[in-house]
């Protein structure tokens, strides 16, 4: 089961102060602040927070950004694809999450996050990588799994790059009351840290006729499994 360590990461923030409309807020041309390919512990990732004051509401939101490079895995199968990472115990409210398609980075993981990429390099409307899931507040390792859209996008492109938005901010829809979701993770460096993806490969087999019988008919050649075949008598 290979695993697959961040290439690219940003954690970006806009609000509460100053913004007093959810989609105003929600879809920025431009974020409020950013930091790129950090290794923090105690990182904040996702978040959607509504505060009232005289003035009426106030929106804010936390975002994490996410790219990975399958390099080497795009001629086989993947299957089993999960989203890894380690939480920490500084979260705080409704910590349900979501991962989506993120089109940043520049083309496939080769540049960092721009300011822009906030709201114009998520798909619009999002397109999903998993269910809802719930981050808990505490430093045990957890897995995600990722859906058929995101393992079809890796093995196609050769990267997948993800968004992790709170519901909150995933669901598009403005709630009536205050709240401050806060989700932490510790995140680590992009070899041996705690956010990776982990999946099972099977490597493409022998391509061509053995005695006329098709690749696709063939499992074994003397007992050897098709996908541990690369030549057959020199060819």
Request: charged share 15%.
């Given at each position: 089961m290979p695993n697959i360590y961040w290439s690219k990461n940003a954690i970006a923030s806009i609000g509460p102060s100053g913004q007093s409309s959810y989609s105003g807020a929600r879809e920025a041309a431009e974020d409020s602040s950013n930091t790129t390919n950090t290794t923090s512990t105690n990182a904040i990732v996702s978040g959607f927070?509504?505060?009232?004051?005289?003035?009426?509401?106030?929106?804010?939101?936390?975002?994490?950004?996410?790219?990975?490079?399958?390099?080497?895995?795009?001629?086989?199968?993947?299957?089993?694809?999960?989203?890894?990472?380690?939480?920490?115990?500084?979260?705080?409210?409704?910590?349900?999450?979501?991962?989506?398609?993120?089109?940043?980075?520049?083309?496939?993981?080769?540049?960092?996050?721009?300011?822009?990429?906030?709201?114009?390099?998520?798909?619009?409307?999002?397109?999903?990588?998993?269910?809802a899931f719930n981050s808990p507040d505490s430093t045990t390792v957890q897995a995600i799994t990722l859906n058929s859209t995101a393992i079809t996008d890796a093995g196609t492109d050769g990267f997948l790059k993800l968004v992790l938005m709170n519901t909150g901010d995933y669901n598009g829809i403005a709630v009536g009351v205050d709240q401050s979701n806060i989700t932490n993770w510790n995140v680590g460096n992009n070899s041996t840290g705690n956010i990776y993806l982990s999946f099972d490969y099977e490597a493409p087999g022998y391509g061509n006729k053995v005695n006329s019988i098709l690749p696709a008919n063939v499992s074994q050649i003397n007992g050897i499994s098709n996908s541990n075949i690369s030549q057959v008598i020199g060819v």
């Open positions: 927070i509504r505060t009232s004051s005289r003035g009426g509401a106030a929106f804010g939101f936390r975002r994490s950004y996410w790219g990975f490079d399958f390099t080497g895995y795009t001629e086989g199968t993947i299957s089993n694809l999960k989203f890894n990472f380690k939480p920490s115990t500084g979260s705080t409210g409704t910590l349900s999450n979501r991962l989506a398609q993120f089109n940043g980075f520049g083309t496939e993981v080769g540049s960092n996050y721009s300011t822009g990429d906030w709201w114009d390099s998520i798909e619009n409307p999002l397109v999903p990588y998993s269910n």
